[in-house]
Nanobody
Framework: QLQLVESGGGLVQAGGSLRLSCAAS????????MGWFRQAPGKEREFVAA????????YYPDSLKGRFTISRDNAKNTVYLQMNILKPEDTAVYYC?????????????????????WGQGTQVTVSS
């Protein structure tokens, strides 16, 4: 089964950028669809981005499109989340998730139950 470990979180000023990484091991990463979610204190987990096996097949909520970019490197078993023009409301714990041996679709990729495996999360704090 897949193990997922996120890294790259931290404290950044508003307007800055961060790139999160999620390293996968123990499973079939290249055949897995991947996603990023986030959860702020007192709020529900929120879908951030998803990517299928093909790096060109990505999904975002309209609210984040243009600022966040998901990508993957199958040779390194890693998925990335580039976050630009960060805002204080982007402050949250960011989680990487995998749908092993599966595919995500636009109308279901935001549902957390689609994903089989989750990382422990990495904290992102954006100061104003």
């Amino acid at each position: 089964q897949l193990q997922l470990v996120e890294s790259g979180g931290g404290l950044v000023q508003a307007g800055g950028s961060l790139r999160l990484s999620c390293a996968a091991s123990g499973g079939t990463f290249s055949s897995s669809a991947m996603g990023w979610f986030r959860q702020a204190p007192g709020k529900e987990r929120e879908f951030v981005a998803a990517i299928n096996w093909s790096p060109d097949n990505t999904y975002y909520p309209d609210s984040l499109k243009g600022r966040f970019t998901i990508s993957r490197d199958n040779a390194k078993n890693t998925v990335y989340l580039q976050m630009n023009i960060l805002k204080p409301e982007d402050t949250a714990v960011y989680y990487c998730a995998a749908k092993e041996l599966g595919r995500l679709y636009r109308d279901t990729c935001s549902n957390s139950w689609q994903y089989n495996y989750w990382g422990q999360g990495t904290q992102v704090t954006v100061s104003s």
